[in-house]
């Protein structure tokens, strides 16, 4: 079965930070790039962050500029993205995505998704 599966979300205060997995199975990253998008209640899914299938290209969206970090693992065949400085702006349910080609406005239409995680900020 070909699934991405994210992990790592939860509950953190204003400040804090945490660090979001997504796990490929059935197929391999190598030649993936991946996409991190977030929903918040009552809006639309809006992309966060994405990198190369050789992690050389990378992107982030305005608001998580010099806060979050992609990152791509092979060897594990894991995506991470660590967030910092997290505020209640970043509140939401972040999903992975991977897809073959790479676009640097992380505009591609990814093949796979996973089921979501979910983030909160707040004292």
């Known amino acids: 079965q070909l699934q991405l599966v994210e992990s790592g979300g939860g509950l953190v205060q204003p400040g804090g930070s945490l660090t979001l997995s997504c796990a490929a199975s059935?197929?391999?990253?190598?030649?993936?790039?991946i996409g991190w998008f977030r929903q918040a209640p009552g809006k639309e899914r809006e992309v966060v962050s994405c990198i190369s299938p050789s992690a050389g290209m990378s992107n982030y969206a305005d608001p998580v500029k010099g806060r979050f970090t992609i990152s791509k693992d092979t060897t594990k065949n894991t995506a991470t993205l660590q967030m910092n400085s997290l505020n209640p702006e970043d509140t939401a349910i972040y999903y992975c995505?991977?897809?073959?080609?790479?676009?640097?406005?992380?505009?591609?239409?990814?093949?796979?998704w996973g089921q979501g995680t979910q983030v909160t900020v707040s004292s």
């Open positions: 995505a991977a897809d073959l080609r790479y676009y640097s406005d992380c505009d591609s239409e990814y093949v796979y």
């Open positions: 059935g197929f391999s990253l190598e030649h993936y790039s």
